[in-house]
Nanobody, 124 residues
Framework: QVQLVESGGGLVQAGGSLRLSCAAS????????LAWFRQAPGKEREFVAG????????LYADSVKGRFTISRDNAKNTLWLQMSALNDEDTAVYYC?????????????????WGQGTQVTVSS
């Protein structure tokens, strides 16, 4: 199993940037496909970005493409999400997730491992 702990959330002005981190514990970190999801109040949890085990493939939701960058450092067991040009629609709790399925899955129900989430609030 893998344990995930997010950090880096906070309050940021519209147009600003923020970097989220997700620290993972457990063995065989490279075996896991990782992703960021987010959930705004009253909305379903949605896929934001995913990255494969070695960091060679990434996938982004259309709503964040060109603004967000997902990356990982397998030596540090860490996942990041660099967010820029933030707007109020990006306000949500952001979660990192892990799966041993190599194919990217946009449905949150397909991801078995989750962090506790970190709040990102964008003020306009």
């Amino acid at each position: 199993q893998v344990q995930l702990v997010e950090s880096g959330g906070g309050l940021v002005q519209a147009g600003g940037s923020l970097r989220l981190s997700c620290a993972a514990s457990g063995r065989t970190f490279t075996s896991y496909t990782l992703a960021w999801f987010r959930q705004a109040p009253g909305k379903e949890r949605e896929f934001v970005a995913g990255i494969d085990g070695i960091g060679g493939r990434t996938l982004y939701a259309d709503s964040v493409k060109g603004r967000f960058t997902i990356s990982r450092d397998n030596a540090k067991n860490t996942l990041w999400l660099q967010m820029s040009a933030l707007n109020d629609e990006d306000t949500a709790v952001y979660y990192c997730a892990a799966s041993m399925i190599s194919q990217f899955q946009r449905a949150y129900s397909m991801w078995p491992y989750w962090g506790q989430g970190t709040q990102v609030t964008v003020s306009s």
